[in-house]
């Protein structure tokens, strides 16, 4: 079964910057889509950007031009450079296939405070 492995989270100000990054354990280059989804406190998990393997990403209204998603199918990663980032920002972020998730990793808490 695929595994996804987030690191990167922690606590940053309103208005500053994370990286965060996704070690698959398997090969990706043949999986079409990966995405970056987060679930705040009491919410539905949620799609925060996607890549397909041709390299086009997608991004939902609310993090577009804020949020900027790659992968490197070579190195079987996944990352999310998250910039200007808001106090709505605040979430556990999981990496995982799109538009059908597998099994979720334990993900990476992000939290926007000053």
């Known amino acids: 079964q695929v595994q996804f492995a987030e690191s990167g989270g922690g606590y940053v100000q309103p208005g500053g910057s994370m990286s965060l990054s996704c070690v698959v354990s398997?090969?990706?280059?043949?999986?079409?889509?990966m995405a970056w989804y987060r679930q705040a406190p009491g919410k539905s998990r949620e799609v925060v950007a996607t890549?397909?393997?041709?390299?086009?990403?997608y991004y939902p209204s609310a993090t577009k031009g804020r949020f900027t998603i790659s992968r490197d199918d070579a190195t079987r990663t996944v990352d999310l450079q998250m910039n200007d980032l808001k106090r709505d920002d605040t979430a556990v972020y999981y990496c995982?296939?799109?538009?059908?998730?597998?099994?979720w990793g334990q993900g990476t808490q992000v939290t926007v405070s000053s």
């Open positions: 890549v397909t393997r041709y390299k086009t990403t």
């Open positions: 398997e090969d990706i280059s043949n999986i079409h889509s």
């Open positions: 995982n296939k799109w538009p059908s998730a597998d099994s």
